[in-house]
């Protein structure tokens, strides 16, 4: 894959910057929700009125939530954009992850590798369940587990930050044929992933988790490591300095691919796996981003 240039990273710890408490609770709210209307806002943000009202004997006082005016909001989400915290698609929010697309030539057509979308959500988590069935992407299943019990694909607070890739398969004209015929691989599928979630402690902000996999009927065509390649670069113009994985020792496919990209091994942790009633090591891997 070429080099890319042009990335515009997501911030790593962005409601620190929100001095606006009407942009700070649309951004909360896109961010715990993932993709949502402005007529959805209009509807659920409430902030502190600035009138306070008496509580009970010993409470004190409180504020009253008050919904924010019509311009108030809007000028919120104009400056959200504009700063690269919030993107608008087809008329729906989500949090600001932007990168240019990067193509990876196929034998029948092309990869197109690019921030996932909120609308990949299904697809995505069936490759990962269809990779996890291998018995060696424990993380993989995990993330899916996770995804189908929350309502955002990004995340990005105080706590974490969580951002997914895909390589979607755009056929050839050939292979566009082939496949309305009933052909392998369809237009617009989900044939690989790359998966980068950071902790937000103070001591960890410089290091960052990846999990990269590719469907089984589109492997050994370079997927893999043009996904790595193009996350690893995100993360660097990110900020992040240290990337890991962690994989069953079983999974010798997947430790010998991030080795041959130059990763190295830096420890592994006895029996921590228990597949299919065995007890398996677990390999910890890192790569350290120039």
Same mark, same amino acid.
């Given at each position: 894959?070429?080099? $890319?240039?042009? @990335?515009?990273?997501?911030? =790593?710890?962005?409601? @620190? ?15 715990? /929700? ?9 509807? +659920? ?21 008050? *919904? ?17 915290? !919030? ?29 996932? *979308? ?28 996770? !995804? ?52 937000? %402690?103070?001591? !960890? ?6 999990? $990269? ?14 996904? %790595?390649?193009?996350? !690893? ?15 069953? +020792?079983?999974?010798? *496919? ?6 041959? /990209? ?23 891997? +890192? =790569?350290?981003?120039?």
């Amino acid at each position: 894959m070429p080099a $890319v240039d042009g @990335f515009s990273p997501m911030s =790593t710890h962005p409601t @620190f910057s929100f001095d606006d408490p009407v942009q700070r609770r649309v951004y909360e709210y896109v961010e715990q /929700n993932g993709a949502v209307s402005q007529s959805e806002l209009a509807r +659920a943000i409430r902030i502190d009125s600035s009138e306070s009202h008496s509580k009970p004997a010993r409470s004190g006082v409180y504020r009253k939530q008050v *919904r924010p005016s019509t311009d108030q909001l809007q000028e919120a989400v104009d400056e959200l954009k504009t700063a690269g915290y !919030l993107l608008e698609t087809n008329g729906r929010l989500r949090v600001g992850v932007t990168a240019p697309e990067a193509k990876h030539e196929l034998e029948d057509g092309i990869a197109r590798i690019r921030p996932a *979308r909120e609308s990949d959500r299904d697809e995505l988590v069936d490759a990962m369940r269809e990779v996890a069935t291998e018995g060696q992407y424990v993380v993989a299943e995990n993330v899916a587990e996770r !995804l189908e019990r929350e309502s955002a694909l990004v995340r990005a607070n105080e706590d974490q930050s969580r951002v997914f890739f895909v390589a979607e398969f755009d056929p050839d004209d050939e292979s566009a044929a082939g496949s309305a015929e009933g052909g392998s691989r369809r237009a617009g599928e989900l044939v690989g992933w790359l998966h980068l979630d950071a902790p937000e %402690l103070p001591s !960890l902000r410089h290091t960052a988790e990846v999990t $990269v996999g590719v469907r089984p009927d589109a492997r050994r065509e370079g997927i893999g490591s043009s996904l %790595l390649e193009y996350g !690893l670069e995100w993360a660097r113009d990110a900020g992040y300095q240290k990337i890991t994985q962690s994989l069953p +020792a079983t999974n010798e *496919r997947a430790i010998d691919f991030l080795e041959e /990209n130059g990763w190295r091994r830096e420890g592994e942790r006895e029996g921590q796996y228990c597949l299919e009633g065995s007890f398996v090591d677990e390999v910890l891997l +890192a =790569t350290w981003l120039e």
